[in-house]
């Protein structure tokens, strides 16, 4: 039980200090002043999920393939680039955090503009409350807007810091508390 804790600590604090000002923190602030929130943060929230399961599976797997020796090695390596990143980002990237907020907030705006295009097309043919109402539960999960905020943070997700250390994490504690701490 305290492994199952310990890594859940681990992956929960590792988890809210990587991902706070982290890129996909913008889309999804961004997505959410544009289309309804609830869309948003369940598209969001499962992509990371998913993207979490996916690389505890990787760290859990890792041991399995190569020595527990190498393994541990290996992880230290990785928290120590990791900590390294984090530090070169803070004292590098002064402007690029504006310049990042900027690019998100383009591409969301070219976005923006088509699905505006579309909206005022079909607004003339069925209205917006008729067509809520005549929506089934399954098109109203699989919508654009949800789809389009799990692809924008699960892409934006891969290979990044955040994902690296849980691989890590999970090599070296119990994946099960990894998995509750990132979902977290």
Do not use: Y
């Amino acid at each position: 039980m305290s492994s199952v804790m310990q890594g859940f600590s681990k992956s929960l604090a590792m988890t809210v200090l990587s991902e706070i000002g982290d890129k996909t923190f913008f889309a999804a602030a961004i997505l959410a002043m544009r289309h309804p929130r609830r869309l948003v943060l369940l598209g969001c929230l499962s992509a990371l999920i998913v993207m979490t399961i996916l690389s505890v599976v990787v760290g859990w797997a890792a041991p399995n393939l190569i020595s527990r020796k190498w393994t541990h090695h290996i992880t230290t390596l990785l928290f120590f680039g990791f900590g390294l990143w984090s530090l070169w980002d803070a004292f590098h990237e002064g402007g690029e955090e504006s310049e990042e907020w900027k690019e998100v907030e383009e591409k969301l705006d070219a976005d923006w503009k088509k699905t505006k295009v579309v909206t005022k097309k079909s607004e003339k043919q069925v209205d917006d409350d008729t067509k809520k109402h005549s929506r089934h539960f399954l098109s109203q999960f699989f919508s654009p807007i949800l789809l389009k905020a799990f692809s924008i943070t699960f892409f934006g997700e891969w290979g990044d810091k955040s994902q690296l250390a849980t691989i890590g994490l999970a090599a070296d504690e119990n994946p099960f508390g990894v998995v509750l701490g990132g979902v977290m």
